[in-house]
């Protein structure tokens, strides 16, 4: 096992995986991670919503992230020098830099730290990237393609979902009808969490397999493509689909007391539309490190280290 680790960027989950390695005696070295000191969110000491939310008779409001100022507990170049780095998820924001606080480098300037032998691990590592580390004997994997990982993930987000459900609409889950679209990892967690908690569910599918599955789990079956005239019973909808799919007009057909929670990773829900017809709408996107950070922390300490045991 690798005995010295850089973490470098990320939020509180990055701040727990801080206090984790070193809680296993490792020699931890941080840069741009959240404050250590600072408490986990939760949904209800959110200075603002995980991203944008619009309640009935309220303006929808901007994305809005919870203030926390960056720690250093070491330099970037100590950090990035580490036998094992761990990097955030995306590796790379919009504007193609490094995603991290205080660190506006380059694809390029970013692998110009590594030396080989070093293992890098990170979320969402463009292929290119990953090929230019590889040619330089740097061992870079990408944590989130670990499905391991991505399956405890899911489970994370699933219970973070319906955490916020009950803070947002003040109510209890038991009897409520609920639509879940996709049925995925996230997709599978949700409604076996919400039949759990007394709710009335209905998955929605475009493959007829996962419907049958569904069905053969006790739950209500729509087809993605056939959603016009449905989705008026419904108190609660989650969308996991990654892709547009209700448009203005399916939204028209949800009731004024709905709430629509978009748990894509990016949005996909019309949020012009959204406004129009009054629906309490969330995109809650990355809620394991926002709302659950430190069982998000402990999920990606395993699979970091997993892989190191795999690398010998």
């Known amino acids: 096992m690798k005995k010295t680790f850089g973490v470098a960027g990320g939020g509180q989950r990055a701040a727990e995986l801080v206090r984790l390695l070193k809680q296993d005696g490792y020699t931890v070295s ?6 250590l000191e600072q408490p986990p969110e939760s949904a209800e000491t959110l200075e603002q919503p995980p991203e944008s939310v619009r309640t009935p008779g309220q303006p929808l409001e901007s994305a809005g992230t919870p203030k926390q100022a960056p720690e250093s507990v070491g330099t ?3 950090v990035l020098s580490a036998d094992a780095v761990i ?12 995603h991290c606080p205080g660190a506006s480098l380059t694809a390029g300037e970013l692998l110009s730290h590594f030396r080989a032998g070093q293992a890098v691990f990170a979320g969402l590592i463009p292929e290119d990237v990953a090929s230019q580390a590889r040619r330089a004997g740097v061992s870079m994997a990408d944590y989130m393609k670990q499905e391991p990982m991505a399956i405890e993930n899911a489970a994370a987000t699933a219970d973070a979902a319906l955490c ?11 009897g409520k009808r609920c639509l879940v679209l996709g049925f995925g990892r996230i997709g599978k967690l949700l409604c076996q969490r919400l039949r759990g908690m007394g709710a009335e569910v209905t998955a929605a599918a475009r493959n007829p397999n996962d419907r049958a599955w569904i069905r053969v789990f006790g739950l209500h079956a729509l087809d993605t493509a056939c959603l016009a005239g449905s989705l008026s019973p419904f108190h609660i909808v989650y969308n996991t689909i990654p892709a547009p799919l209700l448009d203005s007009e399916l939204l028209r ?13 990016r949005p996909c829900v019309d949020t012009e539309a959204v406004s129009r017809h009054g629906v309490a709408y969330l995109w809650a996107r990355g809620l394991p490190g926002r709302i659950v950070p430190r069982g998000a922390a402990a999920i990606l300490r395993d699979t970091v280290c997993q892989l190191l045991r795999e690398l010998g």
């Open 30 to 35: 941080a840069y741009g991670v959240a404050t």
């Open 164 to 174: 916020l459900t009950v803070t947002r609409t003040r109510e209890t889950l038991a």
């Open 87 to 98: 990097l955030p998820v995306p590796l790379f924001g919009a504007d193609g830099k490094f």
């Open 253 to 265: 057909e949800l009731p004024d007391d709905c709430f629509l929670m978009d748990l894509a990773s």
């Open 76 to 78: 970037l170049e100590q």
